[in-house]
Nanobody, 125 residues
């Protein structure tokens, strides 16, 4: 499956952005979809995921209540709505997909087989 992330940009602290991830080449419903981010000099970290079997959503504590992940099965798209952005949210954001991931590994980058190219989000304070 191919993933194409978009929607990043420069925003002031407190503002909002919506990231999009277009998917193609696979059975969208069969994939768990996730967003990760990586700031300069830091490890790639889990942000949010939607589990393939139930479409339940899970979030990192750092974004809970501010970010919302959603999927549109009619368009094969995944979104990340980011509100109340903080300077610490500055990073390159990646969408990821897996058809075989187990529940306990939803937050583990190496458990995802497919990755998009990343989109830069910069939050000015």
């Amino acid at each position: 499956v191919q993933l194409q992330a978009s929607g990043g940009g420069l925003v002031e602290a407190g503002g909002s952005l919506r990231l999009s991830c277009a998917t193609s080449g696979g059975t969208f419903r069969g994939y768990s979809m996730a967003w990760f981010r990586q700031a300069p000099g830091k490890e790639r970290e889990f942000v949010a995921t939607t589990w393939r079997s139930t479409s339940n959503t899970y979030y990192a504590d750092s974004v809970k209540g501010r970010f919302t992940i959603s999927r549109d099965t009619t368009k094969n798209m995944v979104y990340l709505q980011m509100n109340s952005l903080k300077a610490d949210d500055t990073a390159v954001y990646y969408c990821a997909a897996s058809s075989r991931i187990i529940f306990s590994s939803l937050g583990v980058p190496s458990a995802y087989e497919f990755w998009g190219q990343g989109t830069q989000v910069t939050v000015s304070s």
